[in-house]
């Protein structure tokens, strides 16, 4: 069993940065791919960002690349997802999850993550 704990959202002007981090206490942790995705009010769950087991490959979405930044410290089990030039648009939940699968052609769709942490608040406004 594989928990998860999100935490560093926050409130933010637009243009600034946050780091959001992504706990686990299961030391299987290390061999997942970990997903970061976020929910707007009355919108789906969106895919941001995913990275393999051994931080050797890294997928974002197009709206967020260039700008965010998905990392990994297997000897912490935690992973990190640096978001800077954020927008209002950005606001929303963060929530990370991870997935036993090593397919990367997959790492994008939301049903492959078989757990998922409680969220945290990111929102992004003057």
């Known amino acids: 069993q594989v928990q998860l704990v999100e935490s560093g959202g926050g409130l933010v002007q637009p243009g600034g940065s946050l780091r959001l981090s992504c706990a686990s206490s299961g030391r299987t942790f290390r061999s997942y791919v970990v997903g970061w995705f976020r929910q707007a009010p009355g919108k789906e769950r969106e895919f941001l960002t995913a990275?393999?087991?051994?931080?050797?490959?890294?997928l974002y979405a197009d709206s967020v690349k260039g700008r965010f930044t998905i990392s990994r410290d297997n000897a912490e089990n935690t992973a990190y997802l640096q978001m800077n030039s954020l927008k209002p648009e950005d606001t929303a939940v963060y929530y990370c999850?991870?997935?036993?699968?090593?397919?990367?052609?997959?790492?994008?769709?939301?049903?492959?993550?078989?757990?998922w942490g409680q969220g945290t608040q990111v929102t992004v406004s003057s």
């Open positions: 999850a991870a997935s036993p699968f090593s397919n990367v052609q997959t790492m994008g769709n939301i049903a492959r993550y078989n757990y």
């Open positions: 990275i393999t087991w051994n931080a050797g490959y890294t």
